[in-house]
Nanobody
């Protein structure tokens, strides 16, 4: 079974960049699709980006296309979220999640979650 730990969050000015990491343990990491979700206070959790087990297919929410890029390095058991041109509305707790095989955009379809990492973007 895969276990996930996020890191890389912090405080950054608008227009800046952060790189989040999702470190995984488990012998079948490459079998899992990984997605990033975020949740701001008073808001529902929303899909940010997802990547298939092989890394061959990615999906990004319209709100982050052109700014965020998801990638993975299966040799390191790690998924990344490179966030550029950050905006105050990107402020949220970011969590990574895993499910078998397919990338889906609904949080309830994911079986394993990390603890989350706070991203705060100042104006």
């Amino acid at each position: 079974q895969v276990q996930l730990v996020e890191s890389g969050g912090g405080l950054v000015q608008a227009g800046g960049s952060l790189r989040l990491s999702c470190a995984a343990s488990g012998r079948t990491f490459s079998s899992y699709a990984i997605a990033w979700f975020r949740q701001a206070p008073g808001k529902e959790r929303e899909f940010v980006a997802g990547i298939t087990g092989s890394g061959g297919t990615t999906d990004h929410a319209d709100s982050v296309k052109g700014r965020f890029t998801i990638s993975r390095d299966n040799a390191k058991n790690t998924v990344y979220l490179q966030m550029n041109s950050l905006k105050p509305e990107d402020t949220a707790v970011y969590s990574c999640a895993a499910r078998f095989r397919l990338v889906l955009k609904t949080p309830g379809q994911y079986t394993t979650w990390g603890q989350g990492t706070q991203v705060t973007v100042s104006s």
